[in-house]
């Protein structure tokens, strides 16, 4: 990020992160969790990627269905890694939950948003976990592409509550 507008940017989209996460510490209830909501495990957890154009070889997704869109092209292509976190867009003032994909030199893409984001900060999840967790689903009965944190709450919030497996994180 090389100019005074794009840190300006992040540091919007950081700071919003950082006070829902304050807010969400009082939340009742939700005492004993390690991460109490989406905002802190964000910012504890995740990492912030700088944005690239989608590459060629990979078509636009669906607008509006990240997380389908980045499921199957992460199933499809070793070289890519799925991730979830937050996203702003151009010219929105507010960063919204999303996922995109980490390609092989580091840099996020987004085959959902076109144009893609200008900030992007995420968790990048070990591919052979994000199976086992769409795998666990599928055997549940949900075959819906949720988003692997806000669905959460299939597995009793257990990455809210105790943090991510040792095998689950890039």
């Not at 055997?139 to 944190?149: H, N, P, V, Y």
């Amino acid at each position: 990020m090389n100019n005074s507008t794009e840190t300006t940017d992040l540091e919007q989209f950081t700071g919003y992160l950082q006070n829902l996460a304050a807010v969400m510490k009082n939340v009742p209830g939700r005492i004993d969790w390690k991460y109490r909501g989406f905002e802190e495990l964000a910012l504890e957890c995740g990492t912030v990627m700088e944005p690239k154009p989608l590459p060629k070889n990979i078509k636009q997704g669906q607008p509006s269905f990240c997380y389908a869109n980045c499921q199957r092209l992460v199933l499809k292509n070793r070289n890519l890694t799925y991730v979830e976190g937050y996203a702003m867009a151009e010219g929105v003032s507010l960063p919204l939950q999303h996922a995109w994909l980490l390609d092989t030199d580091g840099y996020a893409i987004d085959p959902t948003w076109e144009p893609f984001g200008c900030c992007y900060l995420g968790i990048a999840f070990q591919t052979a976990w994000v199976k086992s967790i769409w795998n666990s689903r599928k055997q549940k009965g949900r075959t819906d592409e949720l988003s692997i944190l806000q669905g959460n709450y299939l597995e009793e919030f257990s990455i809210f509550k105790q943090g991510f497996p040792a095998d689950a994180l890039v």
